[in-house]
């Protein structure tokens, strides 16, 4: 959420301690620990969704591929639970306990173990103990305590440094000239046709691989059956930092989207919310609720409402995916992806 140019000082002072804090790391005066693996971070400038997930997904996909023992390394945001979690592969797995994005990509097909622990040095050392020779580090740009061999960050295709503010005034968690320390600067693309790179991002950084990739929508589906929604009448529901983009992707299929119930990103849901959402489907009698596949870990075991859909995507790589898998050890994974 950001407030707009009267908090401006706001973001000052918030501007200023990310620059002390930057230092401090810069010179090491804060500790930066050594992982035992392989790490590849993958994280965003801006607070909000940016598609950094789907992404992370990716490289877990080329990873497993190209025949590494990988694993995914994350704070776990919106778990019930705390302190270390491991999921080794093939276990059960929900998003109370190991967070609902770890939940969604592992649900999605992705048997990979992952460790859960806001100190990710500590879970480094658990993948490795899992015999993981590459992490995945998720949504840790900015967590400069567990050093890593490659940096990636994912910025938004139609905006990628937002309104340009720090946060409060805008959506910025770092100054932008942070993305001097990323190794990839990635430009996702949602809903639309990838477009250009801006001359801008290049001529800043131009020691930065540039990978460009868009994100393309499949059909609506909940388990293994497939729904065209073309013309149905549809509510769609979202805990995400972005609700609006479910609507625009639901439009972009043909439904008619007749209302949105949006919650805070990584909401833990009750049977409150779940019976609200369900009460206004059957009023305005609906064909279907729609939601994310983040959503859906968190939904479908004690959903007995209309029909449940769930919104899927994909990640297509449109340029830079010969240089950034040459970077990560795994050159010719990503064709097919």
Known sequence: MTWGPLFAPLAGLYGAGVVLRRTAYDRGWFESHAAPLFLVSVGGLEAGGSGKTPVTGLLLQAFQRAGRRVGLLTR????QSSGLVVRQMGAAYDAATI??????LVRSGLDVPVAV??????????????????GVLDDA????????????????????????????????????????????????????????IP?????????????????????????????NVAGKRVLAMAGIARPADVVASLEGLGAQVIGLKSFSDHHRYSQTDISRVIDAARAEKVDGVVTTAKDAVKLTSSWEGPPLWVLQSTVAIID??????????????????
């Not at 900015?142 to 061999?149: K, L």
């Not at 540039?210 to 499949?218: E, I, K, L, P, T």
Request: aromatic share 8%.
């Open 141 to 196: 740009f900015a967590h400069r305590a567990q050093q890593r061999e490659v940096d990636i960050v994912v910025l938004r295709g139609d905006a990628p440094v937002g309104n340009g503010h720090l946060l409060p005034w805008g959506s910025l968690r770092e100054p932008i000239s942070s993305l001097r320390r990323a190794n990839v600067i990635w430009l996702h693309f949602r809903g639309t046709r990838a477009g250009p």
């Open 99 to 104: 967070g609902d994005e770890p939940a969604m």
């Open 117 to 134: 622990c806001s100190n990710r040095n500590v879970g480094a050392h658990a993948l490795c103990e899992l015999g993981c020779d590459v």
């Open 76 to 79: 776990g945001y919106g778990r």
């Open 199 to 227: 001359d801008w991002l290049t001529q800043r950084f131009p020691a930065a691989i540039f990978v460009v990739s868009h994100a393309v929508v499949g059909p609506v589906n909940f388990g293994e059956e497939e729904v």
């Open 320 to 337: 830079g995916q010969d240089a950034l898998a040459q970077l990560i050890g795994i050159k010719g994974q990503f064709l097919g992806l």
